[in-house]
């Protein structure tokens, strides 16, 4: 091996290292999961299109050279996520916002330089745009992705800013909205990725189908 491939090597083992992933899962259980979803069109398809999601996110993940940390709602499961790419933890908070913040808490805990988290109910984010996210935080503070919804799909930053999770009205239209405020009020530099759609009513199905 020539010592600039060895170097290659040496460089992309290091931001492997130091780039870290977060993957918020809920637990795949009927009646448990997609529930606003579930109401238009059931509960076993709403845990079939949840299991599909999963599998899309799975696939994105994969494809990022990163560290890669599951984070599930319950209890850690033997299933899809089970190999050395991934390694699982439970979410720990009252809160979404408590849940986020401690994870990002965890892993810069770990050695993470840079921590992104996504969530697994976005079916347009790609490997893509996860690796657009690392790159991004190499010249900004934070990185995010809004949703169609008036969420995020995406969140990172190169440390914990707590504020961030605190004082938001979680699952509704402001989130993005109140989230960049926070940025800007404590004058942090943020990138932001392209809008995407997240699946959580079937009005959300009907667009992604056209």
């Known amino acids: 091996m020539s010592i600039e491939i060895f170097r290659s090597f040496e460089a992309r083992l ?17 009646g448990k999961v997609k529930t606003r979803l579930a109401a238009g069109i059931g ?26 940390h599951v984070f599930y709602s319950d209890e850690i499961e033997n299933d899809a996520w089970d190999d050395d790419r991934f390694n ?12 986020m913040k401690n994870a990002f808490e965890k892993v810069f ?10 969530g697994s109910d976005c079916p ?4 893509d745009l996860i690796e657009e996210s690392f790159e991004i935080l190499n010249d ?12 995020y799909y995406l969140l990172g930053m190169k440390k914990l800013h707590s504020y961030l999770f605190e004082d938001k009205e979680w699952s ?8 960049v405020l926070d940025l800007m009020e404590n004058r942090l530099s943020y990138g932001r990725l392209e809008r995407l759609s997240d699946l959580d009513t079937i009005y959300d199905l009907h667009l992604l189908k056209q």
């Open 172 to 179: 509704t239209d402001t989130v993005f909205e109140d989230t």
């Open 124 to 127: 347009q984010l790609t490997t």
């Open 140 to 151: 900004k503070d934070t990185v995010i992705g809004p949703a169609k919804d008036g969420g």
């Open 14 to 30: 290091k931001e492997m290292e130091e780039n870290h992933l977060i993957i918020f899962v809920k637990n795949p259980v009927l």
């Open 88 to 99: 699982k933890h439970i979410q720990e908070g009252t809160d979404l916002g408590l849940r």
């Open 43 to 68: 509960e076993e398809k709403a845990l079939d299109i949840y299991l599909q999601l999963l599998k899309l996110t799975r696939e994105a993940a994969n494809g990022s050279l990163c560290m890669r």
């Open 109 to 118: 805990a770990l050695g993470a330089k840079k921590a992104v988290i996504i």
